[in-house]
């Protein structure tokens, strides 16, 4: 794929700035991020490493997990922050996630803020109709993108001591039946059914569970589903990790699932209109 998130970071490119963001709302979030405790799964790529990438830059710890180890050691590298932990482990091995949950754990103190379920497959390695995938796929997206988030909020959430914050990350392929992306949707409903739940259930512990679908973005993940996409018509994933960052520091959040043109379009109006931004 042509897009490298690296080389982009290198060049500045989707990183917090006096181009994207006015100086208050600059201000107002490190004001808000600084010292937050961030778990992020899939910290290495796309999404996940720019909203690792700017967290860090607003003062936040950041953990984030994810499987290959030459890739994550180079984001270390890049990144070089004593505010980062790299966790090299695969969030659908149930033997090895309370390992993950526990350094994370003892890196954060104890106190987690924000748990940022964003790692994900599609399935398997190529879209088919559902009568032509493998039952293995179905499986496999129903453990890495339902039952991982949920072994990891499960042992998560008493570590965010009365207030906190589950993001699980969704897609329209939730709410809408693309063809051939079947073992991702319903691995992706399935989350938003257990966001809306863990939502009610939390709320008596002052802790929000909401689900974000980020748009489409040019990233591993859309490369390999959709190889021949054209780049220029996906948004950039330093842009989706600053409005998410933005979104999260503002008080209100009234739904737990946010399609991308609504919760975008929230941001767009506090940052660019009178509107306060950090709660
Ligand atoms: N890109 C889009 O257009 C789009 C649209 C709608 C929704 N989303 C959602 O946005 C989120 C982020 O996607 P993205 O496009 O940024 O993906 P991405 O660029 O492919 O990055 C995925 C990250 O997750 C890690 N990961 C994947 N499987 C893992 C596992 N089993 N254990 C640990 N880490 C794992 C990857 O690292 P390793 O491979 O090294 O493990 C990588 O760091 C996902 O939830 C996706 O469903 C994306």
Redesign the pocket.
Known sequence: MEFNELDEINKSYGLLDEQNYPKWVREELKNYWQSKHVLI?????????FLTKNLLDLGAKVAI????PI??QLVKEQLNSENLLTLN????NKETIHTVASMALSFFEGRVDYLIN????LGGKELRPLLDTPCEDIEHALN??VV?PFRLTKLVVPAMLGKGTVVN?????SVTAYETWGA?SIS?AALDHMTRIMAKEFSKFNIEALAF??????????F?AIPDAEISD??H?GDVALELIVFLAMEKHDQERYAASCWKKVVKDAVFGTGQVVA
């Open positions: 799964t899939g910290g290495s790529r796309g999404l996940g490493l997990v994810a499987r290959d890739r994550l482990f695969d969030i659908g964003n790692a994900s497959t890495v993108n991982a990350i969704t897609s329209d392929a991702y992706k679908d980020p748009g489409d973005m040019r990233t591993t993940l859309h390999n996906l948004l994933p």
